[in-house]
């Protein structure tokens, strides 16, 4: 019998990134302007995921708080998170999100991976 001593969270990589808002919180603590813009979701798990979107932030200096609108499959998600990296690719930004996830969106998020990955449109990375 094999122990499973993985201590982090599975990373789902979806095949096709999902386009969806996101909005600029605050940068070190002071709240910024609630302005849409426009993200493609790369990956997620349960404590995170990576984003793209065509604006260059300065996350190693600032701690940026991000909130995001999200329909993963059928039932829509509002979360917050932190930004921990980016890095440019091919004339667009990815960035790593640490979430902040509230009590009751842990299991609405795990069951919303389920269903994804029922349909095939999630690999475990």
């Known amino acids: 019998m094999s122990i499973n001593l993985r201590r982090e969270p599975f990373r789902y990589t979806l095949k ?7 909005y600029i919180i605050s940068i ?3 709240s910024a302007p609630h302005k849409p813009i426009q ?8 404590s995170g995921c990576q984003l ?3 604006l260059s932030l300065h996350v190693e ?4 708080r991000i909130g995001m609108n999200l329909l993963l499959f059928e039932d829509p998600l ?4 932190t930004l921990r990296w980016g890095n440019e690719e091919n004339e667009t930004w ?10 009751g969106n842990h299991d ?6 389920r269903m994804l990955a029922g349909q095939g449109r999630i690999m475990v990375k």
């Open 16 to 22: 096709e990134p999902i386009t969806f808002e996101i």
């Open 28 to 30: 070190n603590g002071v």
């Open 39 to 46: 993200a493609e979701l790369i990956d997620i798990s349960r």
């Open 52 to 54: 793209s979107f065509p």
């Open 61 to 64: 200096s600032n701690e940026i």
């Open 78 to 81: 509002d979360l917050e998170g």
């Open 94 to 103: 990815h960035y790593g999100v640490q979430l902040k996830i509230q009590d």
């Open 108 to 113: 609405r998020l795990s069951r919303e991976l």
